[in-house]
């Protein structure tokens, strides 16, 4: 997770960070699985950060792939989070679940 | 590969996985963002971190990001050396070492496909799936890598063991 007061900022601290993250697990002969990679942005609802919405087409360079920003909520540890983190889409979901298992 | 134990073999490890985990906490092996094979770190837990660090930024009109990456075949492409080496550099308790090491030395792995028994093979590389043990050198093992990403790039990591 990287914090900047911009998405741009932000970026540059992730490509950063993945560059060092894949350098250090080569040396522990380990190695990321590229195509499992996502990057959320969280943006508070409304308000101050309407205008970070077009920053969700930022790319972020992931060794030799790019990765973009989720467009839809992001399965991370079995929880569904959404860009302004309501929870309404686990909660969908969950409800989506438990209404099948009772019908 | 998945490794079926007998339930003695089951008790022993998780009396050492205990001991492993009071030491890594005791000698503060592992990174605050480590959980998965802590006691009382789930993965409710881990996600609620990340929430918190959201409406914390928000709260300083920043921006937060989070990227996700997952290690490919993680406890299967531990070379056993590097973790015990990974250990003794940390001037971890010897015995335990020892025990890890016995462990994951002279292991053999052989197929039965429909009653037909094929030749065992020595497995040189890799942790098996299933030990409740082997978690905890995991997390150990990348813990250095966690603690020095954070420091060099200013970006706080969580990781979570996800092994079952």
Redesign the interface.
């Known amino acids: 997770m990287a914090t900047g007061k911009d998405v741009n900022q932000v970026v540059e601290k992730l490509e950063a960070c993945a560059a060092e993250s894949i350098e250090l697990t080569s040396r522990r002969d380990l190695q990321f699985n590229t195509a499992k990679t996502e990057a959320a942005l969280c943006t508070r609802r409304g308000g101050h950060q309407k205008h970070l919405r077009p920053k969700l087409t930022a790319k972020i360079k992931v060794g030799e792939g790019i990765v973009r920003f989720n467009k839809q909520a992001t399965r991370w540890l079995g929880v569904w989070m959404d860009a302004h983190q309501t929870f309404k889409e686990h909660h969908n979901r969950c409800m989506k679940k438990a209404m099948a298992v009772q019908t | 590969m998945i490794s079926l134990l007998s339930c003695m073999g089951i008790v022993i490890e998780k009396v050492v996985a205990e001991l492993l985990s009071d030491e890594a906490k005791r000698r503060a092996l592992l990174s605050d963002g480590q959980s998965g094979s802590r006691e009382k770190r789930s993965?409710?837990d881990?996600?609620a971190i990340?929430?918190d660090?959201?409406?914390t930024?928000?709260k300083a009109?920043?921006?937060?990001?989070?990227?996700?990456?997952?290690?490919?075949a993680?406890l299967q492409?531990?070379?056993r050396g590097?973790l015990i080496d990974?250990k003794k550099a940390k001037n971890r308790d010897g015995d335990l070492i020892r025990w890890t090491e016995s462990c994951l030395s002279e292991r053999t792995v052989q197929m039965v496909i429909e009653g037909n028994v094929f030749q065992s093979h020595p497995v040189e590389?890799g942790v098996p799936q299933g030990y409740p043990i082997l978690p905890i050198p995991f997390a150990i093992?990348?813990a250095?890598?966690i603690m020095?990403?954070d420091e060099?790039?200013?970006?706080?990591?969580?990781s979570?063991v996800?092994y079952l």
């Open positions: 993965a409710l881990t996600a990340m929430v660090r959201a409406h930024a928000w009109d920043n921006t937060r990001c989070i990227l996700l990456m997952d290690i490919k993680a492409s531990v070379a590097r990974a590389a093992h990348t250095g890598m020095c990403v060099r790039v200013q970006a706080e990591s969580l979570f996800d």
